[in-house]
C-alpha cells in the first residue's frame, strides 16, 4: 500500500503511540480489503461505549490510547449505559454509573465529543453527499452511507478511534464508487404507515438481501425519522451498509434486473416474527434510534395530561442536545409528568437493564431484536401512538 | 514438516499446540473474556478453552466489541498463543492488532489438526506443522 511521507511516519511512531497503533489498525485492514492507499476522512462516530460491553480490558486499552492520542477531526460519540446526569432515577446502580462516567471520561480526554448518540447526524455531525467518513454504529452508517450520501464502510469500535486519531481510513469497500452499485431491486407493493412499518420493511429485506445491497422501489412517501427507523433494522437483520430508494436517496446507481417483491403479507409475516405470544408488557421504549425533537414533540402530545400505568415503565430515548431543547420546549415537563422518563445519552440496547423487565413494547424492529437477544424480555412492535396507549392502559 | 503459505495478519513468531475448529467464533458473547472458555451453545469447541493454544478457525463473527474480548483475555494470560484463519474478518484482526497476537490467514485450515504441534511464523505468513500430536502419540 502507498502510504505518504506523513502517513508512514505516523506507522513508524514519529506522532506517539496512540497514533502509530492506530496506524497499525488502519493499514492491516488496508491490506486484508486490498486497499491501493489511506484517505482522508473528516468526520468519525465511535461505538463501543457501554461499560458494560467493554468491561474493564476495554476501558484499559481506551486509557492505553487517550496517553498520547487526540482526535484529528470531529468525533462523536455511541450510546452508553446510562443517562449521564439523570442515571439514578432510572434504577441505574452506582458501581455501574461510576465505570461508565470513566469510559466517557478517557474519550473526552481524546478530544471525543462526548454526548453520546447513535443518531450524529441530528446533533452536528452531518457530512455531506460524498464525504469521506468513518462511523461506526450500523444504523448511523447505514443513514449516513444512503440517506445523505457520505461515504463509510461499517467501523467497529478500535478502527473509529484509530481513523479520529489519524484523520484517515483505507480505500476500500464502501468508500469506493463500484462497490456501492444496487445488486437487487425491491418492489414494494403496500402502502407503509408509520416508524414500525418502516421497521418492518428493514426486517424483510434484511433478512433476504444479507449483504446484496437494495434497490428499493414504491415507497412514495417518508420522513426522516422513518429512513432512521428503516435504516437501523435493515442494518440489524442484514448487515446492509447501503441502500437506495426511488427518488428519496441520492446516490446514483444502475438499477438492478432482478426484482424480488414484498407484500403487505411479508410485512405482516415480519410482524408475527418480531410479536411474541403473551408477550407480559411492562416496559414500553420509544428513541431506537434516538428520538428526534419531532419525535418527542409527538409523545409529549399524546402524554399530555395522561398518567403511566402502574407496573409499566417507559424510556423515550435521546441524545443530550435534543433533550436540552424538549427541556426548553416544555415537552420534558409533560413527558416527565405523565410518569415517563425521557432519557438522553441511553438507550434500551445498551443500559444494563437484563431481566429487569418482562416484555418490550416499542416501534423499533431493532429494538425488538437487542431486547430478546441481551435482555431475554419478550416483544412486541407497534406503531408510536399503540406504544403510548398501551404504557397509559 | 509440512508447510503453508499464507498472509500476516499481525507479526510475531510463535510454536504450540494446534485446536482446530471448523465453527466461526463469536469472540463477544461467544468466549468468557476472563478464562479463554468458548461458552456458545452448541459451538464445537463449547466448554474448552483456547489459552494458550494456537487457534486454527475459518473467520470471526459478531460485534465488534470483540475486539476488546481478544485484548482482555491478552490482559489476564488467557489469549491464544497465535490464530490461524481461512479469512480474518476484521473484528479478530483489530482484535490482533490491539493486543499483539500473531495471526495468519489465507490458511486451508482442513490440514491442520487438533493437538499437533505448529509454528506460526506472521512475519513471513507461514505455518508449519512440525510434529504428529502433543496428546496422542502415534
Redesign the interface.
Known amino acids: 500500500m502507498d502510504l505518504s511521507r506523513e502517513e508512514q511516519e505516523m506507522l513508524d511512531g514519529k506522532y506517539g503511540k496512540a497514533t502509530k497503533k492506530s496506524m497499525e489498525i488502519i493499514t492491516t485492514l488496508g491490506e486484508i480489503y486490498g486497499a491501493e492507499r489511506l484517505i482522508s476522512v473528516s468526520s468519525v462516530q465511535i461505538a463501543g461505549v457501554s461499560y458494560h460491553n467493554l468491561g474493564e480490558a476495554g476501558l484499559e486499552y481506551l486509557a492505553g490510547m487517550a496517553e498520547d492520542g487526540r482526535t484529528k477531526v470531529l468525533t462523536t460519540l455511541n450510546p452508553a449505559g446510562m443517562d449521564l446526569v439523570e442515571w439514578k432515577k432510572h434504577g441505574i446502580n452506582n458501581d455501574f454509573a461510576r465505570n461508565q462516567q470513566r469510559v466517557v471520561d478517557i474519550f473526552n480526554r481524546m478530544g471525543v465529543v462526548t454526548t453520546c448518540t447513535c443518531t450524529p447526524y441530528l446533533i452536528g455531525n452531518l457530512p455531506h453527499y460524498g464525504e469521506h467518513i468513518a462511523w461506526a454504529e450500523s444504523s448511523a452508517v447505514c443513514f449516513a452511507n444512503s440517506v445523505i450520501g457520505a461515504l463509510t464502510n461499517r467501523e467497529g469500535g478500535p478502527s473509529a478511534l484509530a481513523a479520529a486519531l489519524t484523520g484517515r481510513t483505507a480505500e476500500y469497500g464502501l468508500h469506493l464508487r463500484e462497490n456501492r452499485i444496487a445488486q437487487v431491486k425491491y418492489e414494494v407493493q403496500t402502502k407503509l404507515e408509520d416508524t414500525d412499518d418502516f421497521g418492518l420493511l428493514g426486517h424483510v429485506i434484511g433478512v433476504r438481501t444479507g449483504k446484496e445491497i437494495p434497490y428499493i422501489t414504491g415507497i412514495v412517501s417518508v420522513t426522516m425519522e422513518k429512513l432512521k427507523s428503516f435504516s437501523a433494522s435493515v442494518a440489524t437483520y442484514g448487515g446492509v451498509a447501503l441502500f437506495h430508494m426511488e427518488n428519496i436517496t441520492p446516490n446514483r446507481t444502475l438499477v438492478p434486473d432482478r426484482t424480488e417483491v414484498v407484500t403487505r403479507e411479508d410485512l405482516d409475516a415480519a410482524r408475527m416474527t418480531l410479536d411474541d405470544d403473551e408477550a407480559d408488557i411492562d416496559f414500553i421504549s420509544i428513541g431506537c434510534p434516538h428520538a428526534s425533537i419531532k419525535e418527542i414533540a409527538r409523545v409529549a402530545e399524546l402524554l399530555e395530561g395522561k398518567r403511566v400505568a402502574e407496573g409499566k415503565t417507559v424510556w423515550i430515548t435521546t441524545a443530550k442536545p435534543t433533550k436540552e431543547l424538549a427541556i426548553m420546549m416544555g415537552y420534558y415537563e409533560t413527558i416527565e409528568n405523565a410518569g415517563a422518563f425521557l432519557v438522553s445519552d441511553a438507550c434500551c440496547a445498551v443500559a444494563p437493564l437484563k431481566e429487569r423487565f418482562k416484555g418490550l413494547m416499542t416501534d423499533s424492529a431493532k429494538a425488538c431484536f437487542y431486547a430478546r437477544g441481551k435482555n431475554k424480555f419478550k416483544t412486541e412492535i407497534r406503531s408510536i401512538e399503540q406504544c403510548l396507549e398501551e404504557a397509559v392502559t | 514438516m509440512t508447510r503453508f503459505k499464507g498472509?500476516r495478519?499481525?507479526k510475531g513468531k510463535i510454536e504450540g499446540e494446534a485446536l482446530v475448529t471448523g465453527d466461526d467464533i463469536s469472540f463477544?458473547g461467544g468466549c468468557d473474556?476472563e478464562t479463554g472458555e468458548i461458552v456458545e451453545k452448541g459451538h464445537e469447541l463449547e466448554g474448552k478453552s483456547i489459552a494458550g493454544k494456537i487457534l486454527v478457525f475459518p473467520t470471526g463473527k459478531g460485534?465488534?466489541?470483540g475486539?476488546?474480548?481478544l485484548?482482555?483475555l491478552k490482559?489476564?494470560g488467557k489469549a491464544p498463543l497465535a490464530i490461524v484463519n481461512e479469512s480474518?474478518d476484521?473484528?479478530v484482526?483489530?482484535g490482533c492488532?490491539?493486543s499483539e497476537i500473531p495471526a495468519v490467514?489465507q490458511i486451508e485450515i482442513s490440514n491442520i489438526q487438533t493437538g499437533q504441534k505448529i509454528e506460526v511464523d506472521a512475519d513471513n505468513g507461514i505455518v508449519s506443522i512440525k510434529g504428529k500430536s502433543y496428546d496422542h502419540p502415534d
Request: charged share 15%; net charge positive; aromatic share 18%.
Open positions: 498472509r495478519i499481525f463477544f473474556p460485534s465488534t466489541v475486539s476488546y474480548v485484548y482482555a490482559k489476564v480474518t476484521t473484528v484482526a483489530v492488532i490491539i490467514d
